[in-house]
């Protein structure tokens, strides 16, 4: 799943709060404007962050709104389940980012973008996210001020704290704050960690990001552990997995179990098929099905993402999973024209979609099944009709709700080659 933009269409959005809005060059208004909070509202800056669109929505009507858009968009091409909601859809983010600007009064508040600029708007508390990771960020801000430190201006250049990013693992308790900073040089960096660790003994890493680069993309390429290891695991469907600071990881563990648990059986794996886990990341999808499964091939071109997967591997004591530092589509190409025989295979691009060029290589492979994991459901409308244009049929589609409160929505859908046996 890939952060939403800035400029949507209507439904064209993952779920992210604005906390995580971040990409592309900077726009808009700057630091300074004011803000007028809404009282009408559950959340007083819901008017303008454009994160929860949904936050004054009973939750039945939510899942019937995005029902409906489902089976409108998607319907023509097969049967849509019945959408898969939340027993409790708040808090749910396990990933929060947050800048930070300095008042006149040399006060430091927290907060998120105003959508479409890069106005920081002040947030106590968020419907969507992690209510430790929002008590940290609180603290941090007031640790800037303590320690003396100059929020990056992104305007002239200047300054040195970006963002504070917070992943929190959800059945370990683990918890990584990632300092993002526009300078390697950074004083005090270890009395700061203590200090913050000490409010929030719970945090097990501390990491300084760096990202010097005239951009508005979070995190850097650079990372210096401060405290702790550097990174943070978690369990996912009875599986361990190792997450740093730049790694891919669902922002909602609970309904991943969910959508993971679909894709696993929509695979209907038998313990003799080879499978394909494209775009696979941090190999979440696979490592799970792995025990159902002969043998799993993942295939990822982020080699930091490559790393923690191996690694996954290895803690996991998994035998029959190898990772591939490839292009998707290249690699499936290779696989074609070797002649190899794939069973299954587990897509899940970013919410921009997928490639023809790595349809193709999926058509002239011609797995039995191919399950589509899509955040994104207007490129999978797209691809979908791609794909059914060239051999295969829609069996099945699934909608999870992987983002309450907001219009986003996760789909899953199961598709075969158009002459094989019903399944």
């Known amino acids: 799943m890939a952060e939403r933009k800035n400029n949507r269409k209507k439904y064209d959005v993952t779920g992210a709060s604005n906390h995580a809005k971040f990409g592309g060059k900077k726009q808009g208004r700057s630091q300074g404007a004011k803000f007028k909070p809404n009282h009408d509202s559950k959340c007083p800056v819901s008017h303008l962050c454009g994160g929860c669109q949904y936050v004054d929505i009973p939750y039945e009507k939510q899942l019937s709104e995005k029902q409906k858009y489902?089976?409108?968009?998607?319907?023509?091409?097969g049967p849509v389940d019945k959408i898969i909601g939340?027993?409790?859809p708040y808090h749910y983010r396990n990933k929060v980012t947050a800048s930070f600007r300095r008042m006149k009064s040399g006060e430091i508040i927290s907060g998120v973008y105003e959508e479409g600029t890069h106005n920081v708007l002040p947030v106590e508390a968020c419907y969507v996210e992690d209510q430790k990771a929002g008590e940290i960020i609180r603290t941090f801000a007031k640790l800037i001020r303590s320690f003396k430190l100059q929020i990056y201006n992104e305007d002239i250049g200047t300054g040195l704290i970006r963002h504070l990013q917070i992943r929190v693992g959800r059945k370990t308790g683990q918890i990584m704050v990632i300092i993002v900073t526009a300078s390697p040089v950074f004083p005090s960096k270890k009395n700061l960690a203590k200090a913050l660790v000490g409010e929030h003994p719970e945090i097990t890493t501390v990491v300084q990001n760096?990202?010097?680069?005239?951009t508005s993309m979070v995190i850097g390429d650079r990372n210096q552990v401060i405290y702790g290891k550097g990174y943070i695991e978690d369990i996912l469907c009875g599986k361990r997995f190792r997450i740093s600071p730049g790694s891919f990881y669902q922002v909602n563990p609970v309904q991943t179990e969910v959508l993971y648990g679909r894709a696993i059986k929509y695979a209907d794996l038998k313990k003799k098929e080879t499978v394909i886990d494209a775009y696979c990341g941090i190999g979440t999808i696979g490592i799970a099905a792995c025990d159902?499964?002969?043998?799993?091939?993942?295939?990822?071109l982020n080699e930091a993402a490559v790393h923690d997967a191996r690694i996954n591997v290895k803690m996991n004591n998994i035998q029959n999973v190898d990772i591939y530092s490839n292009d998707a589509g290249r690699f499936m190409v290779d696989v074609a024209d070797e002649g190899d025989d794939i069973d299954v295979v587990f897509m899940d691009p970013p919410r921009s979609g997928s490639t023809e060029e790595f349809m193709s290589s999926v058509i002239t492979l011609s797995p039995k099944r191919v399950v589509y994991i899509s955040c994104g459901p207007e490129s999978l409308a797209r691809d979908l009709t791609y794909m059914t244009k060239h051999g295969y049929q829609v069996i099945r589609m699934t909608p999870v709700d992987m983002f309450p409160l907001t219009r986003g929505?996760?789909?899953c859908t199961l598709l075969t080659r158009a002459n094989a046996v019903k399944y």
Do not use: P, S, T, W
């Not at 489902?70 to 091409?77: A, R, S, V």
């Open 70 to 77: 489902i089976d409108d968009l998607l319907g023509k091409f």
């Open 86 to 88: 939340m027993e409790d």
């Open 210 to 214: 760096i990202n010097m680069k005239d």
């Open 292 to 300: 159902r499964a002969k043998k799993v091939i993942g295939v990822e």
């Open 409 to 411: 929505v996760e789909v």
